[in-house]
């Protein structure tokens, strides 16, 4: 294979792969502070999201270990600790998980690609 084809290839195999590492956005919709709270990718990697007043949100570059759902840790409104798991992300690509955590503690999980 010629230099200029063995660079054209890399390339090609370099852009699909993304390179880039996930993204997980929560979301309090609830009407209420939630507090203490954790993401735990499924091999055990923890990032701390702390305290989200309502309405607020914020987004976490996380780094999976392969293929991994992922575990929300949090406390709700009333005092409850709460805890869900779901979602899909891959090691990198443009995977985008946002987690909303709305009323009574039910939490939507939706995953798209950027």
């Known amino acids: 294979m010629s230099a200029g084809r063995g660079l ?6 370099l852009a699909s792969c ?4 996930p993204r997980v956005t ?16 499924e091999e055990g990697t923890a990032y701390a999201i702390g305290r ?8 976490v570059v996380v780094e999976p270990r392969g293929e991994s759902d ?3 840790d949090y406390t709700d409104p009333t005092g ?12 990198t690509g443009s995977y985008h998980l946002t987690l909303t955590v709305g009323e009574q503690g039910v ?7 950027d």
């Open 8 to 13: 054209l290839v890399l390339s090609v195999l």
């Open 26 to 41: 929560v979301v309090n919709a609830c009407g209420g502070t939630l507090s203490g709270g954790v993401l735990t990718l």
């Open 52 to 59: 989200l007043e309502a309405g607020e949100k914020t987004t």
């Open 107 to 113: 939490v939507d999980f939706d995953v798209n690609l």
């Open 80 to 91: 409850i600790e709460r805890t869900v798991s779901g979602g899909y992300l891959e090691e």
């Open 70 to 72: 992922v575990t929300l």
């Open 18 to 21: 993304g390179g880039s590492y």
